[in-house]
């Protein structure tokens, strides 16, 4: 089931649009393949996608003890990415995170719940509109896993590294809570769980033992079922005819120029608003220097379509 509640429409192609999430939007190339979408064809000048992804990040401020640090929250940064971004839209994916990879529990479930309301109120409150993601799927039968720690009360002690092997449960409960009773001050909830969960079954029924990604992270198809799901769903974009994005993007020989932007300007725009990761994203340029090699950047991406069209009219 997929459902958008008490959306005003489709949001304009000319918005600011801020992307918050775990290392699958840090990684964030669903919003790379979106940007490639909007650029390739019909550019649309006036929308700006703003990848500010933390790998580790959650929004319930849970940490298992296994982690190697205490996992960043995204409340400790939120107020300066609003201030500093301004944006007109806020797309939201947590929830992989935030059950810490231990079987479902109504405490870590509550975190998440609270996390996830106050969130989308500082949204709001900065004058943005939220629209909360389901957590995408964790893929078991893509994971590989170790036996899990023992804790100090002797039972399992499980963590990101060895994940409890229903984890999936908890992900498909935190999803329930946000379709089936979607937060009041969210702008919309948008289901990716259920097209991840489709496309995977789908393409393992043809290649059996077909691997998703990590189990935690998606591969590039993953994330192109994304892509398409926020395209359709969010932007109000018709994909029929784009079954596998990704593929479809691969042939486009502007990609690579844009996954280069993509990059520079999520490392750039990560450091400059500040997060509590440990681990600094060490290539990343000033933000203003990031702002003027993305718009020479987007010289060369619209000349390839330009020096493409000029050949096919000859």
Known sequence: MSLQTHQPGPVPL??????????????????????????????????ELIPLGVSSETA??????????????????????????????????????DGIYHPL??????????????????IKAAGAKPVVLTPPPFDAASFAFPPPGIGEDGKPDY??????????HVLGAYAHWLLSDPPP????????????????????????????????HPNAFGHGVMARTLLA??????VT?????????????????VLQRHRILADAWKEHV????????????????ALAAARRLEREIALIDERKSEERSL
């Not at 719940?113 to 989308?120: F, I, Q, R, S, V």
């Not at 963590?159 to 999936?168: A, G, I, M, T, V």
């Not at 990761?277 to 060490?282: E, L, S």
Request: with cysteine; glycine share 8%; proline share 7%.
């Open 274 to 289: 500040g997060h509590t990761h440990p681990v600094k994203a060490a290539d990343a340029l000033p933000l203003e220097e």
């Open 159 to 168: 963590s990101y590294l060895s994940p409890h092997r229903e984890y999936d």
């Open 105 to 122: 529990s109504e405490e870590r479930f509550q975190a998440y719940k609270t996390g996830m309301l106050a969130l989308l109120k500082t």
């Open 185 to 216: 001050e969210a702008e919309g909830v948008i289901d990716i769980r259920t097209p991840l969960l489709q496309a995977t079954a789908s393409r393992r029924a043809q290649q059996p033992g077909y691997s998703s990604g990590d189990g935690i």
């Open 14 to 47: 000319t918005a600011r649009v801020l992307f918050l999430g775990d290392s699958v939007t840090d990684n964030g190339l669903y919003i790379a393949y979106l940007e490639a979408y909007f650029r390739h064809g019909q550019p649309k000048p006036g929308l």
């Open 60 to 97: 319930s401020g849970l940490s298992e003890k296994r982690h190697p640090f205490s996992r960043p929250c995204v409340h400790d940064r939120v107020e300066n990415a609003l201030e500093i971004t301004k944006p007109d839209w806020v797309v939201c994916c947590y929830g992989m995170n």
């Open 233 to 238: 769903e969010l932007f109000g974009e018709d």
């Open 241 to 257: 005819g784009m079954p596998d994005l990704a593929a479809a993007l691969e042939n486009w020989a502007g990609l690579p120029l």
